[in-house]
């Protein structure tokens, strides 16, 4: 079964640091999503690409086709972004709805 | 506020009992969709409905039963659970059933813990 691998699992850092995580994933996709999930477990959408890169406010998703690899950054971050950030792709299916595959996600935290 | 709801927010239940989810969309999408997310694991697909008609069942225990009566309302209803049905559910809308295309929705979730 086609997997999603996120790196770190868990991340800490100080407020203001970059941050990057990364997401790779097995085979040909037709679209990868970032998500950000909080305490209490309710999901936002953050990003879907299929190629190059988006940016909103201080988030940025880029992915590498070729090397079937996303990241996602966050500039100056921010104790507010303390969440868990999930990748999730779809797979060609060659036919058929497969859905959306998800990692684990990468539990972050920011300290003041 | 996403503008999908889901109720109750926490529910706990025996393995006998019979119980029901309710998801509601006000975005005026056609499609919605019910996860699960266990405990250290992915979030996993379970439902989708597309107008009204179920589109994806990834095989899902039968002691799961969807039912979408209409475009904004979904619901999950649940008997003779197993602990380890123990998880946070999670209910999606978006605009289409094209993942390809459509940011979907996430609700709150319904933390169901089964006694």
């Known amino acids: 079964k086609n997997e999603v691998e996120q790196s770190p699992q868990n991340l800490t850092a100080q407020e203001g640091e970059f941050i990057t995580i990364n997401c790779s994933y097995s085979v040909g996709i037709s679209a990868l999503h970032w998500l950000q999930q909080h305490p209490g477990g309710g999901i936002v959408s953050l990003f879907m690409?299929?190629?190059g890169k988006k940016k909103h406010g201080r988030l940025i998703a880029t992915i590498n086709i070729q090397e079937k690899h996303s990241s996602l950054h966050i500039t100056a971050s921010h104790p507010r972004d303390s969440a868990v950030y999930i990748c999730?792709?779809?797979?060609?299916?060659?036919?058929?709805?497969?859905?959306?595959?998800f990692g684990k996600g990468t539990h972050l935290i920011i300290q003041p | 506020e996403t503008g999908v709801t889901q109720t109750p927010r926490h529910l706990v239940m025996g393995m006998t009992n019979k119980k029901s989810l309710k998801c509601e969309q006000h975005l005026g999408h056609n499609a919605m969709y019910w996860y699960k997310q266990s405990a250290k694991k992915p979030l996993e697909l379970m439902f989708v409905?597309?107008?009204?008609?179920?589109?994806e069942n990834n095989s899902v225990p039968s002691r799961f039963s969807p039912e979408c009566p209409n475009s904004s309302h979904l619901f999950l209803h649940l008997h003779t659970l197993q602990p380890e049905d123990s998880a946070l559910y999670l209910c999606?809308?978006?605009?289409?059933?094209?993942?390809?295309?459509?940011?979907?929705?996430f609700g709150p979730g319904t933390r169901l813990t089964v006694l």
């Open positions: 690409l299929s190629s």
């Open positions: 999606a809308s978006s605009q289409d059933w094209d993942p390809d295309r459509d940011t979907q929705y």
């Open positions: 409905y597309s107008l009204e008609e179920r589109v």
């Open positions: 999730a792709v779809r797979y060609y299916s060659g036919g058929g709805a497969d859905g959306l595959t």
